[in-house]
Every structure is written in C-alpha cells, then in structure tokens.
C-alpha cells in the first residue's frame, strides 16, 4: 500500500507513524527507567496523551491512505498488458469453450459471444476496458441478458494476467 500512496501522503503518514513509536518507545523504555512510579500519579493525563496519538495515528491511516478522487470503482489492472499473452490465455483458461470470438476463433455458446464488447461495456455502463477487467475478476458483477449467473467460473489469475486477456479483448473488439 505505501507504494500506491503520494508521496506527501507517504510523508504524512511516515511522521504520523514515527510520532507515535517515539511516544511508544519513550514511555515503555525512558520514562519507567528514569522515574521507576511512572506514570504514577499522572496516569490519567497519560492514558489521554495515549488515546490522543491512538486516534492520531488512526486519522493519519483514513486521510493519508485514502485514494486520489476518480478512482472510485477502478480495477487493479491499471498497466497496459500484453495483447498476444492476452491470447494465449484465452486459449489455456477454456474461454474458447464457452464464448464466441472471431479473432480467437471460437465458437463457444455457453456464455456470451465477446465479438460486440464495447455494446456490451456500454449496455453495462462502463469504459470498455474496466467492463472487461470486471467480467473477468467478477464474472456476477454484470450478467448479459439472457444468460444466467454463476455460470462463468472466477479464474484464479493475478492481475497482469488480467491486463493481457484485457489488452486481447479489448483490441480485438
């Protein structure tokens, strides 16, 4: 995750974090050493300073962590993939078996044929390549009329995978 994060957001978080097992440390290691009552007859002004970087670190996580607006409801397949593994995944996970697709030469008619995905993508209300990527991580998300759910198993396949069969489709339809 802190990867995906801007890097003020990274920053914020960082400082937010290293506050609070300065505070941590301090008061399990310095503290008790130093004065061996700690925190005595301070407890209750502690267990507020306590709480006080508790929720601190909390806030930090929910407002440094949050996603960039316009991401709401984007896949994970945000890399281009590669159109000719696209293909070859196609075969190798069955979709031939099931589905229609010329460049792929199938005829399957199990589930829907994939020749018309854009009319499909835009019946369903989406940009092409999230109702693709959808369809395929989340095979129940949106069902073609006509055809009923569950039918179309949830691949196993990590998200490069995705992109491909994605970059596959998409350029073919």
């Known amino acids: 995750m802190p990867f995906a994060l801007s890097t003020g957001h990274q920053i914020g978080l960082a400082g937010t974090g290293a506050a609070f097992i300065v505070f941590a440390l301090v008061s399990?290691?310095?503290?008790?050493s130093r004065y061996p009552n700690f925190p005595g007859r301070y407890r209750n002004?502690?267990?507020v300073v306590a709480v006080a970087f508790f929720l601190a670190m909390m806030g930090a996580v929910l407002v440094f962590g949050r996603e960039a607006k316009g991401n709401e409801g984007a896949t994970t397949t945000t890399a281009a993939g590669n159109a000719a593994a696209g293909k070859a995944l196609f075969a190798s996970n069955g979709c031939a078996a099931c589905h229609e697709f010329k460049p792929a030469g199938s005829t399957g008619k199990v589930g829907?044929?994939?020749?018309?995905?854009?009319?499909?993508?835009?019946?369903?209300g989406q940009p092409l390549d999230q109702f693709i990527a959808t369809s395929i991580t989340d095979p129940n998300a949106y069902v073609t009329p006509g055809y009923q759910q569950?039918?179309?198993?949830?691949?196993?396949?990590?998200?490069?995978?995705?992109a491909d069969l994605v970059a596959f489709l998409s350029s073919s339809s």
């Open 28 to 32: 399990s290691f310095v503290l008790p």
């Open 45 to 47: 002004l502690y267990l």
């Open 112 to 124: 829907p044929s994939l020749d018309d995905l854009s009319g499909s993508a835009s019946k369903a």
């Open 150 to 162: 569950g039918v179309m198993p949830k691949l196993p396949l990590s998200s490069t995978q995705v």
